[in-house]
């Protein structure tokens, strides 16, 4: 059964002298046409300003209160209508929050198949914990009456294959690097053999540097670093305990060889290019400070 509300009763009829007001104002406003304003004016046209500002506030004034009387009949309507709804509402309410609770049980027990199917396909593919949060759950798929279950098995089905290619994919570039890793170690072990240094180096940091490089260009930088150490060592021929004697004010000689806890400062005075170059190299190598003027 249709029901139609229909207006019983129009009385929102209103008419106004309009078109006597707009040639009274035509009349009155006749002679501020054209007005030009000087200084010897001035005072004159703001007058005339003052008197026009009267006729368009006595309009307004009348239109905002015309508006309020007019605003009461449908503000009334407005409201007897919301009454009529409520009645609407008072039905329809309790029947909606029943099929809504009907709805949502629904989703919770299509949810709960959607991840009985995904943990089965993660055990299928054993794709690992840290790629699992990478699998994308559309609430779509419990929350449309619309969606398929079939259709949602396909999509996860290719979401967990590709993460788990993915996953094949970073253990083998694992399993690469910790190879190369393992034939640089063994290159890094054979230089260290053949230049026997005094001053070894530390494959941990070197690698941080050759990690990421092709093997023989990794290689060729090991090579190139041993080589540089050995010049530098065979260039200031580093004893294996070198003893400096320092001068102090009370002109006591101290052996800095012994070890103790005391910081020095030792100055080296009017020395060679080839003898600079020497003691530079014995600094670097044992990371003291140095400056030189």
């Not at 063994?186 to 070197?206: C, I, R």
């Amino acid at each position: 059964m249709n029901i139609t509300p229909v207006i019983t009763e129009n009385n929102m009829s209103f008419i106004w002298n309009v078109d006597d007001i707009k040639k009274q104002l035509a009349e009155q406003l006749e002679k501020y046409n054209g007005l030009v304003v000087t200084a010897e004016n001035y005072e004159e046209m703001g007058k005339a300003k003052r008197e026009i500002v009267k006729f368009r506030t006595a309009i307004k004034a009348f239109g905002d209160e015309q508006k309020r009387v007019l605003k009461g009949p449908y503000d009334k309507f407005v409201s007897e209508l919301k009454d009529v709804l409520l009645e609407v509402e008072r039905v329809e309410k309790p029947l909606v929050e029943q099929l809504t609770y009907f709805d949502e049980q629904e989703q919770r027990e299509k949810q709960t198949k959607i991840e009985a199917i995904i943990t089965e396909k993660i055990k299928l593919y054993g794709l690992r914990q840290e790629y699992q949060h990478l699998i994308d759950r559309d609430p779509r798929w419990w929350r449309n009456k619309t969606s398929k279950l079939n259709d949602v098995v396909a999509i996860v089905d290719e979401q967990i294959s590709k993460l788990a290619q993915r996953q094949q994919a970073d253990d083998d570039m694992q399993k690469i690097q910790a190879e190369k890793r393992g034939m640089l170690e063994f290159a890094f072990d054979m230089m260290a053999d053949q230049y026997d240094l005094t001053t070894p180096l530390e494959f941990e940091g070197l690698y941080q540097v050759i990690q990421n490089m092709p093997l023989d260009q990794a290689k060729e930088y090991l090579k190139a670093q041993f080589e540089s150490r050995l010049k530098i060592e065979q260039a200031v021929k580093i004893e294996p305990t070198p003893v400096v004697i320092l001068e102090t004010k009370s002109n006591e000689q101290t052996d800095l060889s012994k070890n103790d806890d005391k910081f020095y400062t030792v100055v080296v005075r009017e020395v060679s290019g080839t003898e600079l170059g020497k003691l530079e190299g014995y600094l670097m190598l044992n990371n003291l400070e140095y400056e030189v003027q």
